[in-house]
């Protein structure tokens, strides 16, 4: 009874998503979070820790009162004292705190989402063409009580990022069950990647209430409706390099974070698990 009682409850949130203005719920997302008094965004944030069950005990700020507003709250820094040791080796680590929604190999230039849907790597990153096929990809979602932080998982150049514009459907698990395709459907930052042993996509995947991703270097990226921004990094001095560890960006609430990777010799660690939660910081490939 109770399975079926969620099973109702879930598809009839799919319904909601299909029919409800996302972008404009997520506009006023945006702009209360950003509230600044005093009592007002300190109400909001202790109704946020209450309904995600937050503890504070891995963030470097402590004292709710200490956050400017709830927006700041979602972007917390996390003291990381509490994470892996970053090491000179060239093992790659993931970028974010969240579940595993999926992982394996790229064949065909598809990758298919929790054994039910197949994804077109073209259609994920808006491009004609890919140099994932035989690669590995990862998927990792993140919950409205993780870190929204998200860092380098090797060292590598920034060479293109693609905002593209679309909707927001949630990303937690019923919906990118019930939804076809959502992936490919929702807003996203592309962020590509290249080194010398191989080349790396970072999709960084919004959903409702996701009011913006903000990229470290280039800040807030704000949800568009209608057109596609694409920025190429050509010129030597244009090109970013990152070091493994570095902080990239942030969403606002949950997301997800696709990782694409071209062909290259390394192998999944043992602890990576369809379902199974990882770290900032925790090895994905050896």
């Known amino acids: 009874m109770k399975e079926n009682i969620k099973k109702f409850t879930e598809q009839f949130k799919i319904i909601l998503f299909h029919v409800s203005p996302l972008h404009f719920i997520s506009d006023i997302t945006f702009k209360l979070s950003r ?3 005093k009592t007002i965004k300190n109400v909001l944030i202790r109704l946020y820790i209450a309904l995600f069950k937050i503890k ?3 963030y470097l700020i402590k004292n709710i009162s200490e956050y400017k507003s709830l927006n700041d709250f979602f972007i917390r820094e996390l003291d990381m004292s509490f994470r892996e040791d970053l090491d000179n080796s060239d093992n790659i680590i993931s970028p974010c705190d969240g579940t595993i929604a999926g992982f394996g190999n790229i064949d065909n230039s598809t990758f298919i989402h929790a054994k039910k849907y197949k994804y077109s790597i073209n259609e994920l990153i808006n491009e004609k063409s890919n140099d994932f096929n035989n690669g590995k990809f990862i998927n990792i979602y993140l919950e409205p009580k993780d870190c929204h932080r998200i860092y380098m998982p090797c060292d590598a150049d920034l060479i293109k990022v693609t905002h593209v514009p679309g909707k927001l459907y949630s990303v937690a698990p019923y919906a990118t069950y019930g ?3 959502l992936y490919s459907k929702n807003e996203r930052v592309i962020l590509n990647f290249s080194n010398k042993d191989f080349k790396m996509s970072m999709i960084m995947v919004g959903a409702v209430n996701v009011g913006c991703i903000t990229l470290s270097d280039y800040g807030i990226i704000s949800p568009a409706k209608y057109r596609s921004s694409i920025t190429e990094f050509k010129k030597e001095n244009e090109i970013k390099s990152y070091k493994k560890g570095d902080e990239i960006g942030m969403f606002n609430l949950g997301s997800t974070v696709i990782l694409l990777f071209s062909t290259n010799d390394k192998k999944w660690v043992r602890e990576i698990i369809l379902d199974n939660k990882v770290s900032i ?4 490939l050896k």
């Open 281 to 284: 910081r925790n090895k994905l």
């Open 56 to 58: 504070l005990d891995e």
């Open 179 to 181: 939804i076809k395709n």
């Open 35 to 37: 509230i600044e008094e």
